[in-house]
């Protein structure tokens, strides 16, 4: 995907989020770090396009919350959660950019019911690249892209990696 396409994907996914929800009352955004946060930025402007006003909006980190913690050399690097808003009895859309296996999203999971019980949880990617491991599927997707489990796909995006927006299938490097 370019730039263009990318952009495109957002607006959709935005439009597709306030059609769903029947607006944005009781609506909040959760961004899992760190290129979901941009998209929920992004998604967000594009809410206020529409709706006049944007979503509460948060950041989630689900480093220690993930299951593959202990297999990590070194220590992990933990970044900042910042929900400041209640979540409790809201419509909570978790955002990130790839959704492969499904661990990162069950993590995210994980970690959001630490801050309440929000009435329900929706999830918005970029792209889904298939490949599940748990039952999770996504409520809003920017495009469905088929791979094999040996390929990467490499999301850039200009305000995290100071490049031009684009998503990239790449062949893995063989480890000896």
Same mark, same amino acid.
């Given at each position: 995907m370019?730039?263009e396409a ?6 959709r996914?935005?439009?597709?989020? +306030? ?8 609506? %909040?955004?959760?961004?899992?770090? /760190?290129r979901? =946060?941009? #998209? ?5 402007? %594009?809410?206020e396009?529409?709706?006049?006003g944007?979503?509460p909006?948060?950041? @989630? &980190?689900?480093?220690?919350y993930?299951?593959?913690l202990? &297999? /990590?050399?070194?220590k992990?690097v +933990?970044?900042?959660t910042?929900? &400041?808003?209640?979540?409790t009895?809201?419509?909570?859309v ?6 492969f296996?499904?661990r990162t999203?069950?993590?995210?999971l994980?970690?959001?019911v630490?801050f309440g ?6 999830l918005?990617v @970029? ?5 599940r491991e748990l ?5 809003? =997707?920017?495009?469905?892209i088929?791979?094999s489990?040996?390929?990467?796909v490499? =999301?850039? #995006?200009?305000?995290? &990696?100071?490049?031009?927006?684009e =998503? @990239?299938v790449?062949?893995a490097?063989?480890?000896?």
């Open positions: 370019d730039k990318i952009r495109r994907a957002i607006m996914i935005a439009h597709e989020i +306030v059609e769903k929800n029947k607006g944005t009352e009781e609506l %909040c955004l959760v961004g899992i770090r /760190t979901g =946060v941009t #998209l929920a930025q992004r998604i967000n402007a %594009c809410i396009s529409i709706e006049g944007r979503a909006l948060g950041i @989630l &980190d689900i480093t220690l993930r299951d593959d202990a &297999d /990590t050399r070194g992990p +933990v970044h900042e910042q929900i &400041d808003f209640d979540i009895g809201k419509k909570i978790l955002i990130d950019d790839v959704l296996t499904g999203i069950r993590a995210a994980d970690a959001l630490d019980r929000p009435a329900s949880i929706q918005a @970029l792209i889904d690249r298939g490949h039952p999770i599927r996504a409520d809003f =997707v920017g495009k469905n088929p791979t489990p040996s390929q990467n490499k =999301v850039v #995006l200009s305000e995290s &990696d100071n490049a031009e927006d =998503v @990239l790449e062949n490097e063989k480890k000896s």
